[in-house]
């Protein structure tokens, strides 16, 4: 350490030769000059680190989104000569959904208690509940035998004659929609999916539209909205 002991004589004498000083001042120094630099240098590359992972994570899901389609796989009771005659319809469809979802860290999903509603030039032919379904990590999910099915549904004529010409064409196309369960609170959102396959093919539609998610609250007598204005039944927006 910088320290000898002599012995002159009888005395045991103690000399100090300066580096155990000078090593001391050294890592005084270090201490608390270099020291704090380093370690923040150090927290500085972990905070960064950490900002800059999901940025660069996100990257890869940038300018995609999911791609929602729907398949009419079977449908029963819209036969042209025998069905289209009369005025009302007992119509039955088996519908397969479809989500692609080519995001490596997203996920889309037809959530619990969606309904699968189908029309035909804007009359509601069928609708029947929607399993929950989710796509995720790049990969392709499906769910089939969605069933959909109608009652004693009343049909004008002129959509019923252009049905049973298109169907006898093999061109016709009938709407698929899927709506989500409407909630009450003020910040729930309800999302609209709508598909166009064509009935008889077994193709899935072309990518479905989702044009908006929106707030949406169902009309209860029991539940007084003072802060929502009516717009139309089963739907209340923000003033």
Same mark, same amino acid.
């Given at each position: 350490m910088g320290r000898s002991r002599e012995y002159l004589g009888e005395r045991l004498v103690d000399s100090y030769d300066g580096r155990g000083e000078d090593c001391g001042e050294m890592m005084k120094g270090f201490c608390w000059n270099i020291l704090p630099g380093i370690l923040g240098a150090l927290t500085a590359l972990v905070l960064m680190s950490a900002l800059l992972y999901y940025p660069y994570k996100w990257s890869f899901d940038? /300018?995609?989104? !999911? $791609? *929602?389609? +729907? !398949?009419?796989a079977g449908v029963s009771g819209l036969d042209p000569d025998r069905d289209l005659g009369r005025a009302t319809?007992?119509?039955t469809f088996d519908l397969t959904v479809r989500i692609k979802e080519p995001r490596r860290y997203s996920v889309a999903c037809v959530e619990r208690g969606t309904t699968a509603a189908v029309s035909y030039r804007g009359v509601q032919l069928a609708s029947g509940p929607a399993p929950e379904l989710c796509g995720r990590n790049e990969n392709t999910t499906e769910a089939r035998s969605v069933m959909a099915w109608g009652h004693a549904k009343a049909v004008p004529e002129f959509a019923r004659e252009r049905l049973a010409? $298109?169907?006898r064409r093999g061109d016709a196309a009938v709407d698929v929609t899927l709506t989500t369960p409407a909630r009450y609170c003020r910040s729930?959102?309800?999302?609209?999916?709508e598909c166009k396959p064509r009935v /008889?093919? /077994? $193709? *899935?539609?072309?990518?479905c539209g989702v044009p908006t998610d929106f707030p949406t609250f169902p009309d209860s007598p029991d539940v007084p909205y003072p802060q929502?204005? +009516?717009?139309?039944?089963g739907r209340r927006l923000l003033r």
């Open positions: 940038d /300018g995609k989104s !999911a $791609e *929602f389609s +729907v !398949a009419v319809l007992d119509p010409e $298109e169907l729930c959102m309800q999302t609209v999916i /008889g093919s /077994g $193709e *899935f539609s072309p990518r929502y204005q +009516v717009l139309q039944p």
